[in-house]
Every structure is written in C-alpha cells, then in structure tokens.
C-alpha cells in the first residue's frame, strides 16, 4: 500500500505558475511510476503526465506540453508538477496517482493509488 498527499494547488491569474507536490507514504516510492491527471466541472478526467520509477521517461498529454513538467525525487518520496503559462482551462481538481511498475516507461494503464486532489484554479 502506498498513501499519497496532494499539495500545491490554488487560484492564480492566467500566466502565472504553480507548483504541485505528491507526497507519498508506505511501501517504497522509487519502485512506482507516477502519474498526474486532472478533472474539471462537467468533464471526463484527463490523463495529463506521467514518469517512469527513475524518471527517464516522461508523457505530457498534448494540452499541457511545453507548460507543465514532472519530475520526482525518490529520496524524498514526491513527485512534482510544475505548471507554468497557466490558462483558465487548467482549472481543475489535480490528482496524483501511483503504479507499481518498474519497465523502462511510464505506466500507461490503469492506476491503483490515488491521492485526493488539489484544486488548481486559473483566472482569466
């Protein structure tokens, strides 16, 4: 079992920037690959970015490419989401969610740990 906390999030003026923490809990976070998505009012949730166990590999849904990055640190059992450029279209619950899953990319399939959420909000 591995428990994950969300933190980071709030409301920002388009343009501006946040920083989104993962931290994880209880079995060993280096051996997950981890992933960020998100869910706004009235729409499906969006798969939005992924990192392998070691961090060599990465995903960025098309929406969020050249915007946003992931990064982790195994030493300190979080993940990261910098969002930077933010658009009121990025408002949304953000989750983070773990796999234990050690190949070579990130995990594409379904999750099986998920944290809370945090609300990001993006005014215009």
């Known amino acids: 079992q591995v428990q994950l906390v969300e933190s980071g999030g709030g409301l920002v003026q388009a343009g501006g920037s946040l920083r989104l923490s993962c931290a994880a809990s209880g079995r060993s976070f280096s051996v997950y690959s981890m992933g960020w998505f998100r869910q706004a009012p009235g729409k499906e949730r969006e798969f939005v970015a992924a990192?392998?166990?070691?961090?060599?590999?990465?995903f960025y849904a098309d929406s969020v490419k050249g915007r946003f990055t992931i990064s982790r640190d195994n030493a300190k059992n979080t993940v990261y989401f910098q969002m930077n450029s933010l658009k009121p279209e990025d408002t949304a619950v953000y989750y983070c969610a773990g796999k234990y899953y050690m190949g070579n990319y990130y995990w594409r399939g379904e999750y099986d740990y998920w944290g809370q959420g945090t609300q990001v909000t993006v005014s215009s």
């Open positions: 990192i392998s166990w070691n961090g060599d590999s990465t």
